[in-house]
Protein backbone atom coordinates (compact mmCIF):
# COMPACT_ATOMS: atom_id res chain seq x y z
CA UNK A 1 0.00 0.00 0.00
CA UNK A 2 1.31 3.41 -0.69
CA UNK A 3 1.72 5.95 1.51
CA UNK A 4 1.32 8.89 -0.93
CA UNK A 5 -2.44 9.17 -1.21
CA UNK A 6 -4.21 11.45 -3.66
CA UNK A 7 -7.93 12.01 -4.31
CA UNK A 8 -7.78 14.00 -8.04
CA UNK A 9 -11.59 14.34 -8.06
CA UNK A 10 -11.76 15.97 -4.62
CA UNK A 11 -8.70 17.91 -4.98
CA UNK A 12 -7.33 16.50 -1.49
CA UNK A 13 -3.94 16.71 -1.00
CA UNK A 14 -1.26 14.19 -1.17
CA UNK A 15 -0.28 13.03 2.47
CA UNK A 16 3.09 11.41 3.66
CA UNK A 17 3.76 10.35 6.97
CA UNK A 18 6.48 12.34 8.14
CA UNK A 19 10.26 10.39 8.01
CA UNK A 20 8.47 7.61 5.80
CA UNK A 21 9.60 6.75 2.06
CA UNK A 22 7.77 5.05 -0.59
CA UNK A 23 8.89 1.55 -0.58
CA UNK A 24 11.03 0.59 -3.67
CA UNK A 25 8.28 -2.60 -2.99
CA UNK A 26 5.10 -0.77 -4.11
CA UNK A 27 4.26 -0.96 -7.20
CA UNK A 28 4.28 2.51 -9.25
CA UNK A 29 0.96 4.30 -9.58
CA UNK A 30 -1.01 2.99 -12.68
CA UNK A 31 -3.18 6.11 -13.34
CA UNK A 32 -2.21 9.80 -13.17
CA UNK A 33 -3.83 13.15 -12.84
CA UNK A 34 -2.53 16.29 -14.62
CA UNK A 35 -2.88 19.27 -12.35
CA UNK A 36 -2.86 23.29 -13.45
CA UNK A 37 -2.17 25.90 -10.89
CA UNK A 38 -3.68 29.29 -12.27
CA UNK A 39 -2.96 32.93 -11.77
CA UNK A 40 -4.51 33.23 -8.70
CA UNK A 41 -3.10 30.51 -6.97
CA UNK A 42 -6.11 28.35 -7.69
CA UNK A 43 -5.02 24.36 -8.31
CA UNK A 44 -7.34 22.22 -10.89
CA UNK A 45 -7.27 18.65 -11.92
CA UNK A 46 -7.16 19.23 -15.91
CA UNK A 47 -7.87 15.76 -16.66
CA UNK A 48 -7.38 12.44 -14.63
CA UNK A 49 -7.17 8.16 -14.77
CA UNK A 50 -4.76 8.95 -17.45
CA UNK A 51 -1.37 6.36 -17.78
CA UNK A 52 1.88 8.11 -17.01
CA UNK A 53 2.73 8.92 -20.74
CA UNK A 54 -0.62 10.16 -21.40
CA UNK A 55 -0.42 12.29 -18.29
CA UNK A 56 2.79 13.44 -19.86
CA UNK A 57 2.16 14.36 -23.32
CA UNK A 58 -1.02 16.49 -22.37
CA UNK A 59 1.48 18.06 -20.09
CA UNK A 60 3.88 19.17 -22.72
CA UNK A 61 1.07 19.89 -25.00
CA UNK A 62 -0.14 22.54 -22.44
CA UNK A 63 2.86 23.90 -21.79
CA UNK A 64 3.71 24.50 -25.36
CA UNK A 65 0.38 26.30 -25.80
CA UNK A 66 2.79 29.01 -23.71
CA UNK A 67 -0.32 29.71 -21.04
CA UNK A 68 1.28 31.34 -17.85
CA UNK A 69 -0.45 28.42 -15.30
CA UNK A 70 1.72 25.44 -14.36
CA UNK A 71 1.02 22.19 -15.08
CA UNK A 72 2.76 19.40 -13.22
CA UNK A 73 1.69 15.22 -12.40
CA UNK A 74 0.41 13.21 -9.40
CA UNK A 75 -0.05 9.64 -8.92
CA UNK A 76 -3.47 8.43 -8.16
CA UNK A 77 -4.35 5.91 -5.43
CA UNK A 78 -4.98 2.12 -7.01
CA UNK A 79 -8.74 1.11 -7.13
CA UNK A 80 -9.86 -2.59 -7.43
CA UNK A 81 -10.40 -1.83 -10.88
CA UNK A 82 -6.29 -1.57 -11.20
CA UNK A 83 -5.42 -4.86 -9.68
CA UNK A 84 -7.84 -6.82 -12.68
Partial sequence: MSLLLWDCAL?????????HRMSDRSPPPLR??????????????????LTRAAAEALQREFEARGHKQSYW???QPATSQDAK
Fill in 11 to 19: QRPPTLAIG
Fill in 32 to 49: WCLLRLDDNGNEFVVRDN
Fill in 73 to 75: LRP
